[in-house]
């Protein structure tokens, strides 16, 4: 019966036998030129593998929060396909030529396998996003404004402590009594449909900011581009992001870049 040198082969091109156990096996090759050139088919297959998945000028590192490059399944077949190639082309007795052929099958899979894993955890979705960009920094602040200062600073607080119910209840009150309506209030009321669930409310809401003549106009574009993110409409992202790009001076262009790069 055919011994099994498959554990063998994989310690000694990976380094793993003592000084006294490479010169025992390199002994086996010199006296058996099959193992000899099986032994250089499946190291010129893990070679040609590295040289063609991995970039060794870069960081092997993964890092979940940016995007990788990855194959497409398309490419990895025809890199499979390569390697069969190159196993046909050598001639081996029958039972060694299935060994290697289950090691090439293998090997295929295994690769697939990790660069799913390895696409699944790099790639963030739209949410991550949303929480990686949206800030309650940004959120405008009344504690300075002298129009209904106290129910538009209560506004604030129940948004930013999750009490959005709350918060809708005194901005309605705020809007149909006020006499001269804070444009800004509508990024709340924006947000807080938003949290609802409400994706046609939010949007009507900061278009009302955004079509007002306040000096903070331009924030609503920023917002609806994050509320359009949470709800994974990545079309009105893009054009609401590319928008912002398009001059510096607009409100969160730097962001706006950073987000479209990570689309």
């Known amino acids: 019966m055919e011994e099994n040198l498959e554990p063998e082969i994989e ?77 046909k082309a050598k001639n081996f007795s029958k039972n060694r030529s299935s060994r290697i052929a289950y090691f090439i099958t293998s090997t295929a899979a295994i690769i ?6 390895y696409f699944f955890y790099s790639k963030k979705s739209n949410l991550d996003l949303y929480t990686a960009f949206y800030s309650e920094n ?4 009344f504690t300075t404004r002298s129009v209904d200062v106290n129910l538009l600073s209560q506004i604030e607080k129940s948004f930013k402590a999750g009490d959005i119910d709350i918060a809708l209840e005194n901005l309605n009150a705020y809007i149909n009594t006020s006499e001269h309506v804070d ?17 046609s409310e939010a949007i009507k809401q900061l278009e009302k900011l955004k079509n007002s003549d306040s000096l903070d106009a331009e924030k609503a574009t920023w917002f609806e581009a994050l509320v359009y993110l949470k709800f ?23 962001e706006a870049i950073a987000l479209l790069d990570k689309l």
């Open 232 to 254: 994974e409409d990545e079309n009105n992202v893009e054009l609401l992001l590319r928008d912002i790009a398009s001059n510096p001076s607009h409100y969160k262009y730097s």
């Open 11 to 87: 310690q000694y091109l990976g380094g793993m036998m003592t000084p006294e156990q490479e010169l025992a096996f390199e002994n086996k090759m010199s006296a058996d030129i099959t193992l000899y050139e099986e032994v250089l088919l499946i190291e010129d297959i893990n070679l040609y593998l590295n040289d063609k998945f991995y970039d060794n000028s870069k960081s092997q590192d993964i890092d979940l929060n940016t995007n990788v490059s990855l194959l497409s399944e398309k490419e990895i077949r025809e890199r499979i396909e390569e390697v069969n190639s190159l196993y």
């Open 138 to 141: 940004d959120l405008p602040s």
């Open 112 to 117: 697939m396998l990790c660069m799913g894993i």
């Open 183 to 199: 444009p800004l209030s509508y990024i709340y009321k924006g947000l807080i449909y938003s949290e609802k669930g409400q994706l």
